[in-house]
Nanobody, 128 residues
């Protein structure tokens, strides 16, 4: 059974930084595109960033571009989301998700239905 576990959430002040991690178990990490999504209170879940396995290509939503950096370490079966210059509006539960690298629609990398496996989420709160 493929599972994802996120860690690293917490409380941070505006302008601060935080890194969340996502570990995959039960299958070969290289097979998957990894995406990060978030859901703020009262809002729909949105795609934040994703990273391909074959060539390491990265993608970002406009709201986080230039502030967040996604990366992956295939040897550790782990993906990371480094979040800098955090704003109160970044407060949300952050989820990582895995999609089959060969089946994901390249035109819809942030579409939730493309992802087969989801983590339980980790809370990130940006507040003074």
């Amino acid at each position: 059974q493929v599972q994802l576990v996120e860690t690293g959430g917490g409380l941070v002040q505006p302008g601060g930084s935080l890194r969340v991690s996502c570990v995959l178990s039960g299958d070969t990490f290289d097979y998957y595109t990894i995406g990060w999504f978030r859901q703020a209170p009262g809002k729909e879940r949105e795609g934040v960033s994703c990273i391909k396995s074959t060539d390491g290509s990265t993608y970002y939503s406009d709201t986080v571009k230039g502030r967040f950096t996604i990366s992956r370490d295939n040897a550790k079966s782990t993906a990371y989301l480094q979040m800098n210059s955090l704003k109160p509006e970044d407060t949300a539960v952050y989820y990582c998700a895995a999609a089959d690298e060969w089946l994901i629609d390249p035109d819809h990398l942030f579409r939730e239905q493309e992802y087969d496996v989801w983590g339980q989420g980790t809370q990130v709160t940006v507040s003074s």
